[in-house]
């Protein structure tokens, strides 16, 4: 079982439009309905789980019905924070999933990685245990406490920088999810599910993201992304691009009728 659990709690405080980020429209629709299409259609995913904030839920599963989003198992209420609000969809999931089975937690704002990726999320979770989606960082990244003074510069070339999905066996993330809530402080400084797993010593397995895959966070983003939409749809026009995702797809049903 390959389950996406979708955690959308933002505010859109950041994006200064007085409603959730994951509810703005983009070209139509609002951008978590982007995002959850990329796995509603995706071949390998089984279920969705989403996780937000308690007042949106009637809307998102209004949403959910409107957009024939029939992947979607529950909407859970989210908790005080991001992880507590991804623990309560993980435990959701855990009650009507087998515990050997694939979760890739990823943002409900980040509406456009790729088929692929989500792929090798599944197929990393299968080979090392899990897959953290990163892609190499192009600028110089600076390391400063204060803010106003650089006190170091690593080699860019060993730089990377975290995206989404982050995949994981069921019961693996919720076990380590469990050891940080025993502690007193919690969810401190845990950004996400690698930082938790890091933080046990556990090995983060890497796999390569797309650069499209945006998080939509500020008013420049909704720009990015919607010259991402443009040219995502120039390739759908003019045939580029997608010639190697209809192969695959072809062979797969060639297979079947075997």
Do not use: W
């Amino acid at each position: 079982m390959n389950i996406a659990i979708i955690f959308a709690g933002g505010s859109g405080v950041r994006m200064g439009s007085g409603i959730p980020k994951q509810f703005l429209e983009i070209n139509g629709k609002p951008v978590i309905i982007h995002t959850l299409q990329l796995f509603q259609y995706h071949d390998e995913i089984d279920k969705i789980y989403i996780s937000m904030i308690d007042e949106y839920i009637g809307y998102m599963q209004e949403l959910v019905d409107e957009y024939r989003l029939h992947k979607v198992a529950s909407i859970i209420p989210g908790g005080e924070t991001a992880q507590d609000s991804i623990y309560n969809a993980l435990q959701k999931a855990a009650s009507e999933n087998p515990q050997d089975s694939i979760v890739l937690l990823h943002d409900g704002v980040r509406p456009f990685v790729s088929y692929e990726v989500i792929s090798n999320n599944i197929e990393g979770v299968k080979q090392n245990g899990n897959a953290i989606t990163c892609t190499s960082c192009f600028e110089t990244i600076l390391l400063s406490h204060d803010g106003n003074c650089v006190e170091s510069v690593p080699y860019r070339k060993d730089t990377f920088a975290a995206q989404a999905p982050q995949s994981f066996y069921l019961k693996d993330i919720i076990a380590a999810h469990d050891v940080v809530r025993a502690r007193p402080q919690r969810y401190e400084n845990m950004v996400d599910a690698c930082t938790i797993i890091r933080s046990q010593g556990m090995t983060a397995h890497m796999v390569a993201g797309n650069r499209g895959n945006i998080k939509v966070t500020t008013p420049e983003d909704v720009y990015m992304f919607r010259a991402l939409l443009q040219y995502k749809e120039n390739e759908q026009a003019f045939g580029l691009g997608i010639t190697n995702r209809i192969e695959t797809r072809m062979n797969k049903h060639r297979k079947k009728g075997q």
